[in-house]
């Protein structure tokens, strides 16, 4: 019975050892657990809101002068003054260039001393011319008092017809002479090239000492007040556009500038080749920041969306177009959560989700390489 009595004893205690071991492993375990499980991770949440959103047309090109002209010699010579350099302004009607105006000159006092024989002559013609008529009155007299014969009268008759002629060729040798008086003299003023409209020096063909004749290109000028792009246009967008519609653009020489034009011409026929039109826009340049083959990106604003879901641009994980498809993550029970997105157009930093994203859910508005679906997450602002 002792016996039997201690044995009980001892397999008491083993069991109570054997609870304890156990109540001790739970204990570690859990303790691991505590330490193994990883913080939230703290994101940037924003409530999706839905709101108004442009609806644009983008448009690219490459900016151009609506006034460019080519400046050529309408005279022949060497230049013997060009002081302008390349990138200078000048205004309509100022002189640029001056060719060598010496024969020039000269041909001019050459043609004003012809002008002054071809008048003289002209007077002497009409002196001639006023004899010959008193002669013929005179001889009329006569002829009725038997002074001269029928024969005399005619010869003065014929003398006074002949004196008129000689007047009116007189005149028309003062008009030809005066006629090439005022070619000379524009051949003069021609040796001075001057600027047809008011703009910039974009390139000198030549420089001081050149041999010109015309049509030698001299200069060309450019006015970067009146900048236009051209930029092509699916055919399958040119619904949206009219003329008179607001361009935003950017250039990459000002990046953080916006600036502004209006739609004045849809062209009329679309490219067979590319399926794309033409679009002609103005651009104010009041600033006088761009110039004539600058790059432009920008945006034709056809409309305006209400009630668009748009969220920050650098939320929305695009995808690799393959296997990949757009999403971003929402923050649901503490949790990330992994939404597949349909992405609309894109603005200023902005895009419009058309499937996927509702208002109210609230949107990891960053982009970190923890998140994950089912990470654990604290929301701030």
């Given at each position: 019975m002792g016996i039997i009595t201690t044995r009980n004893t001892v397999v008491a205690a083993a069991l109570a050892a054997l609870v304890l071991m156990a109540a001790g492993c739970r204990k570690k375990e859990t303790q691991a657990s505590a330490a193994v499980e990883a913080p939230a991770l703290p994101v940037k949440v924003l409530q999706v809101q839905a709101e108004s959103f442009p609806l644009t047309v983008a448009v690219t090109g490459t900016l151009v002068s609506s006034t460019r002209v080519d400046v050529k010699a309408e005279t022949l010579g060497r230049i013997v003054k060009f002081p302008k350099q390349e990138g200078d302004l000048v205004a309509a009607g100022e002189a640029v260039a001056w060719v060598d105006q010496e024969n020039y000159q000269l041909a001019v006092r050459q043609a004003e001393t012809t002008v002054e024989v071809a008048a003289a002559a002209l007077e002497r013609t009409k002196v001639m011319a006023a004899h010959n008529r008193t002669e013929l009155e005179r001889s009329q007299n006569l002829i009725k008092s038997g002074g001269i014969t029928d024969r005399d009268l005619r010869a003065t008759e014929i003398a006074e017809r002949d004196g008129q002629a000689q007047v009116a060729q007189a005149e028309a040798q003062v008009a030809q002479a005066r006629a090439s008086l005022d070619v000379a003299r524009k051949r003069l003023r021609d040796t001075a090239i001057l600027a047809p409209v008011s703009g910039a020096i974009e390139r000198k063909f030549l420089n001081a000492g050149a041999y010109v004749?015309?049509?030698?290109?001299?200069f060309t000028i450019v006015d970067n007040r009146k900048l236009e792009l051209e930029s092509p246009v699916p055919s399958g967008q040119l619904g949206q556009i009219a003329s008179g519609q607001r361009v935003t653009f950017h250039v990459n020489s000002y990046p953080a500038a916006l600036f502004e034009g209006r739609v004045i011409e849809v062209g009329p026929v679309v490219d067979a080749l590319t399926r794309s039109a033409k679009v002609r826009i103005q651009v104010a340049n009041d600033s006088g920041k761009l110039k004539t083959g600058m790059f432009v990106e920008g945006d034709i604003l056809t409309g305006v969306q209400q009630q668009a879901v748009v969220v920050p641009a650098i939320a929305v994980?695009?995808?690799?177009?393959?296997?990949?498809?757009?999403?971003?993550?929402?923050?649901?029970?503490?949790?990330?959560?992994?939404r597949t997105v349909r992405l609309g157009r894109e603005t200023d930093g902005k895009l419009e989700i058309t499937e996927g994203l509702k208002p109210g859910d609230a949107l990891v508005a960053e982009q970190r390489i923890e998140l994950a679906d089912g990470v654990r997450v604290q929301p701030g602002k």
């Open positions: 004749e015309a049509p030698t290109a001299v994980y695009r995808g690799d177009g393959t296997t990949v498809p757009p999403h971003v993550f929402v923050a649901e029970n503490g949790k990330a959560v992994q």
